[in-house]
């Protein structure tokens, strides 16, 4: 179970060479969140344009989202912004990243190399790629989600992921300016997000680009809203999402104190002028 992490910037976590557990010892990783039971993690992983890697399998599902550069495995290449879901199992060919790149990266355990793979990957959980710049946003009501009741006035959700193994979701949210809610929600599931760009001001502070959370399930959450408008990627773990409301017991503020909700580790790295 990975702890209450709400939030941090990402941009204070020291960079550590590899993947936790030793894989792509030519990497640099930030460690977002881990799960102490089997290793799923959360993370940035940095590429330098001297990276290249083997083909191989992993053990695992690997899951990004590149921040920035370009990634390349076999024919794809992966551009800002583009997305994509390889199950366990699934071959890559040569990896490389001829201009570096940082890229949001998830595991679903501690990633293990298998070389060959010696079975077959879950061709209906993978994701090859998606631009999601090009991909159609949809508007209103997100029932395949239960988010009615909602403030949903001028946002956008993207779906890049619909687990049908496990039904887990990741989505990319889009909040305009000045827009806010007065309702607080909480979900059956964890929740983890990463703001990719623009501002978003919660009860416990305010997160801006680089932001990110992992928030246990039926943690109560909100009201919350935006000045310059924000893009999260967002993921819902350990099940079916939806979500239920109330009314908040008091007023969204605009530009809260910064009251982190995080483990030892992480507090560790918040600038102490803001502890």
């Known amino acids: 179970m990975r702890p209450h992490s709400e939030f941090l910037q990402s941009q204070w976590l020291p960079w550590q060479s590899g993947l936790p557990g030793g894989e792509r010892p030519a990497v640099a990783a930030r460690t977002l969140s881990r799960d102490p039971d089997n290793g799923a993690c959360s993370l940035i992983v940095r590429?330098?344009?001297?990276?290249?890697?083997?083909?191989?399998?992993?053990?695992?599902?690997?899951?990004?989202?590149?921040?920035?550069?370009?990634?390349?495995?076999?024919?794809?290449?992966?551009?800002?912004?583009?997305?994509?879901?390889?199950?366990?199992?699934?071959?890559?060919?040569?990896?490389?990243?001829?201009?570096?790149?940082?890229?949001?990266?998830?595991?679903?355990?501690?990633?293990?190399?298998?070389?060959?793979?010696?079975?077959?990957?879950?061709?209906?959980?993978?994701?090859?790629?998606?631009?999601?710049?090009?991909?159609?946003?949809?508007?209103?009501?997100?029932?395949?989600?239960?988010?009615?009741?909602?403030?949903?006035?001028?946002?956008?959700?993207?779906?890049?992921?619909?687990?049908?193994?496990?039904?887990?979701?990741?989505?990319?949210?889009?909040?305009?300016?000045y827009w806010s809610c007065d309702t607080v929600e909480r979900h059956p599931v964890c929740e983890e997000e990463f703001a990719i760009n623009g501002d978003i001001h919660m009860p416990n502070g305010v997160m801006h680009t680089g932001a990110y959370f992992w928030r246990p399930e039926n943690v109560p959450h909100g009201p919350f809203g935006t000045v310059g408008g924000t893009i999260h990627l967002c993921r819902g773990k350990g099940g079916l999402y939806a979500t239920q409301f109330s009314p908040a017991e008091r007023p969204f503020r605009w530009d809260p104190a910064y009251r982190p909700i995080l483990p030892p580790e992480q507090l560790a790295y918040v600038p102490k002028e803001l502890r």
Do not use: C
């Open 47 to 177: 590429y330098s344009r001297a990276f290249v890697d083997t083909p191989h399998a992993l053990d695992v599902d690997e899951e990004f989202f590149v921040l920035s550069g370009s990634l390349q495995i076999g024919d794809v290449t992966y551009g800002v912004h583009h997305y994509a879901h390889l199950p366990r199992y699934f071959p890559r060919g040569v990896m490389s990243s001829p201009q570096g790149a940082e890229v949001l990266t998830f595991f679903s355990a501690q990633p293990r190399r298998l070389g060959a793979p010696d079975r077959a990957y879950d061709y209906a959980r993978l994701v090859l790629q998606l631009d999601t710049r090009q991909l159609a946003a949809h508007t209103g009501p997100r029932k395949h989600m239960a988010s009615e009741g909602f403030n949903h006035g001028g946002t956008v959700h993207k779906l890049l992921f619909d687990d049908p193994l496990t039904k887990d979701k990741t989505w990319i949210a889009g909040l305009p300016p």
